[in-house]
Nanobody, 119 residues
Framework: QVQLVESGGGLVQAGGSLRLSCAAS????????MGWYRQAPGKVRDLVAT???????KYADSVKGRFTISSDNAKNTVYLQMNSLRPEDTAVYYC?????????????WGQGTQVTVSS
């Protein structure tokens, strides 16, 4: 079974930066689309960034120009560089593989990593 482990979250002031990492065991990311999601308290989990096996990236409008998703297939790790952070970016961040035909998450969720942005 694939296990996803997110890390790199923390408390940061508005305008600051964080780099999140997502490591997978039991499977390989290579060739698959991976995504970063986030869930704020009382809200649904939203997809904020994706990267395809070919390296194409997409972003939610709310993070476009501030977040960058990347992957290192050799390390089976996906990253999310977050710059110019805002209080509204506060959430638990998760990663997952995205199934090609359904767009749904492929694996059980990891524990996530908390990002808190203070104003």
């Amino acid at each position: 079974q694939v296990q996803l482990v997110e890390s790199g979250g923390g408390l940061v002031q508005a305008g600051g930066s964080l780099r999140l990492s997502c490591a997978a065991s039991g499977s390989t990311f290579s060739g698959n689309t991976m995504g970063w999601y986030r869930q704020a308290p009382g809200k649904v989990r939203d997809l904020v960034a994706t990267i395809s096996g070919g390296g194409s990236t997409k972003y939610a409008d709310s993070v476009k120009g501030r977040f960058t998703i990347s992957s290192d297939n050799a390390k089976n790790t996906v990253y999310l560089q977050m710059n110019s952070l805002r209080p509204e970016d506060t959430a638990v961040y998760y990663c997952n593989e995205i199934l090609y035909y359904t767009g749904l998450p492929a694996h059980p969720w990891g524990q996530g990593t908390q990002v808190t942005v203070s104003s």
